[in-house]
């Protein structure tokens, strides 16, 4: 199993801070620095900043907003990170929502699991450089005059070097998505995770590698959690109530919110429920003190340094393949020191195998 690491995903004010966190995870082994993409910096900005800085660490977007670039542009700017990175550039694309998307970026948002497979569609064609000629609901490439174009449009082909392998990973969480996930990346991006409902992600993922006539093993499996090494585990999880209830409650709508779902979906459905009604009427306090210990508990990595074998052995009993590491610390130091002796156990487990 290996391992990955991500960046902030809100605003990253200290550049330094980023790229000694970024080499100290190269120098430890770690596999992947993945970038999020919310509505402060954008996702591959500060991958061309640290590709620089580095030179074995694979980058990835986590993610690219569908429908926030066109799918041409989108695969201009991963060929051009993977060009500069050596090929160290991983293509991450998610749906978001309709709260950032329509919100923020000013975009319908509809049949995202459609939208993001003609991404994936068009990004391949292009990688492969092929001359690019799409139709399908959201892009037709060239655009017809029937569709508002001037009639002038010329299939083109990328003047860049091809780049057939550049892997494209996914970040879906509903299960149409997970199909589609399954059938057509390279690798899952998951979230709200919890190893022992593991087949509430994997299974529709299953179905759709099998529908193209591949496996499952052919999708690497990217999920993960916080990572403490404490003593003291019932205030760990004290601490980490708070973002759960910001997931479950504000990331999303009443009647649309992903994360939400894919916990009730996981057998939380009562609990769910009761911390985003008290979120949305404004009961902040009270939804954060709803969220059950057991719940943070299934969802992140914290104890002795036999506890967290234990918890990370079950993530690879399960079938995840890579394992997203988000160690905990109050300085970049503390960070580090979590990753090392995350990677250790991390190696020991991959021995025994």
Known sequence: MKASVGLNRYAIEDWEEATEFALGAEKLGVDSLWSAEAWAHDAATPLAYLIAKTSTLKFGSGIFQVGTRT???????AMTLDSMSGGRFILGLGTSGPQVIEGWHGIPFRKPVTHTREIIDICRRIFNGETLAYDGEFWRLPLSTERGGTGLGKALRSGAPVCPALPIYVASLGPKNLFMTGAFADGWLGTSFLPEAAETFLGPMRAGAESVGRTLESVDIAVGGTVRFTEDIEQAAEALKPSMAFQIGAMGS????????????????????KIQGLWIEGRRDEARREVPTEMVLNSSILGSSTDIAEKLKAYKDVGVNTFRVGPYGTSVGERLDTLAETMKILQEINSEA
Do not use: C, H, I
């Not at 799918?71 to 700017?77: D, E, H, K």
């Open 254 to 273: 009443k009647t649309q919110n992903f994360y939400a779902d894919a916990y009730r979906r996981q057998g939380w459905a009562d609990e769910v429920s």
């Open 71 to 77: 799918p041409s542009l989108v695969a201009m700017t």
